[in-house]
Nanobody, 123 residues
Framework: QVPLVESGGGSVQAGGSLRLSCEASEFTYSTYCMAWFRQAPGQARERIATLNTRGGITYSASVKGRFTISEDNAKHILYLQMDNLKPEDTAMYYC?????????????????WGEGTQVTVSS
């Protein structure tokens, strides 16, 4: 498992932006999938963006066109730029990683998780 620490959450008004960061200071793997998830109260955890070592990037329909996943390999940081935020984006946001494959599953087989960072969007 790799320690992951999220930051950058906060409270914004609808239409605003936030950039989340996920620091993986001990990340030295050459094959991996990194992902952002979110979970709102009473709802299932939702995978919203993935990035892998094959250059593959995916987004859920709910965030496509508004969120951008990226990474800084030198600093071992995964980012999630969130623009045009909506109240329905309110949730706890988590980053996750698997280092045994480049394949990004929906939820299972992510062996490393951060503690999460809260995002609240008001209307």
């Amino acid at each position: 498992q790799v320690p992951l620490v999220e930051s950058g959450g906060g409270s914004v008004q609808a239409g605003g932006s936030l950039r989340l960061s996920c620091e993986a200071s001990e990340f030295t793997y050459s094959t991996y999938c990194m992902a952002w998830f979110r979970q709102a109260p009473g709802q299932a955890r939702e995978r919203i963006a993935t990035l892998n070592t094959r250059g593959g990037i995916t987004y859920s329909a709910s965030v496509k066109g508004r969120f951008t996943i990226s990474e800084d390999n030198a600093k071992h940081i995964l980012y999630l730029q969130m623009d045009n935020l909506k109240p329905e984006d309110t949730a706890m946001y988590y980053c996750a990683a698997r280092t045994d494959s480049w394949y990004c599953p929906e939820l299972e087989r992510y062996y490393s998780w951060g503690e999460g960072t809260q995002v609240t969007v008001s209307s």
